[in-house]
T-cell receptor, first 116, second 111 residues
Framework: GAVVSQHPSWVICKSGTSVKIECRSL??????MFWYRQFPKQSLMLMAT?????????EQGVEKDKFLINHASLTLSTLTVTSAHPEDSSFYIC????????????FGSGTQLSVL | GQQLNQSPQSMFIQEGEDVSMNCTSS?????WLWYKQDPGEGPVLLIA?????ELTSNGRLTAQFGITRKDSFLNISASIPSDVGIYFC???????????FGKGTSLLVTP
């Protein structure tokens, strides 16, 4: 399967700081990337959908000014959690969809964010 | 996105037993996917199903796309300790859109 690399794997930050998470498709071009959030023992909740070169589409209830998404190239999307607060602590996972077998989503390994 | 109804929520079985879990939706889906997630990791794709009635195997795993296109099941035969994890079903209503996920089935296997 296709490889999606996500960094960092975990990050601890102080309240009020911003954190950037990177998601890269290593062996294919990702026309669309999705960002999910997962709380302990819960399912994945879609936050936003990003297409290369255009603005991300956010799900209802997700603050676009707080969770900045940039999809500047076909292999890289970034999620920046701005002015992070403890309630933003969560497991964030990206996924990428290529231009072949578009029904399949390949996931990154996730980023555990802990805001103190 | 719409949540799928996945059951059971958790299973605690002995090594060697077979496992079955299923997923249902009130809407028709064009694609069903089954993922496994280990703690602290992203989901890994196990099986993808593309048409109603399709039965697909991947080693000890077998999954089927329901005839009504509103359900799918995953079977694991002769479970082993490394099968431990959370299994998610996911589906597409239309290609190119984000997946809808079930709430997951947590599987524990005792040696």
């Amino acid at each position: 399967g296709a490889v999606v690399s996500q960094h960092p794997s975990w990050v601890i930050c102080k309240s009020g700081t911003s954190v950037k998470i990177e998601c890269r498709s290593l062996d294919f071009q990702a026309t669309t990337m999705f960002w999910y959030r997962q709380f302990p023992k819960q399912s994945l909740m879609l936050m936003a959908t990003s297409n290369e070169g255009s603005k991300a589409t956010y799900e209802q209830g997700v603050e676009k000014d707080k969770f900045l998404i940039n999809h500047a190239s076909l292999t890289l999307s970034t999620l920046t959690v701005t002015s992070a607060h403890p309630e933003d602590s969560s497991f964030y996972i990206c996924s990428a969809q290529g231009d072949r077998e578009i029904e399949k989503l390949f996931f990154g390994s996730g980023t555990q964010l802990s805001v103190l | 996105g719409q949540q799928l109804n996945q059951s059971p929520q958790s299973m605690f079985i002995q090594e060697g037993e077979d496992v079955s879990m299923n997923c249902t939706s009130s809407s028709i889906f064009n694609t069903w996917l089954w993922y496994k997630q280990d703690p602290g990791e992203g989901p890994v794709l196990l099986i993808a199903l593309y048409k109603a009635g399709e039965l697909t195997s991947n080693g000890r795993l077998t999954a089927q796309f329901g005839i009504t296109r509103k359900d799918s099941f995953l079977n694991i035969s002769a479970s082993i300790p490394s099968d431990v994890g959370i299994y998610f079903c996911a589906g597409h209503k239309n290609s190119g859109y984000a997946l809808n996920f079930g709430k997951g089935t947590s599987l524990l296997v005792t040696p």
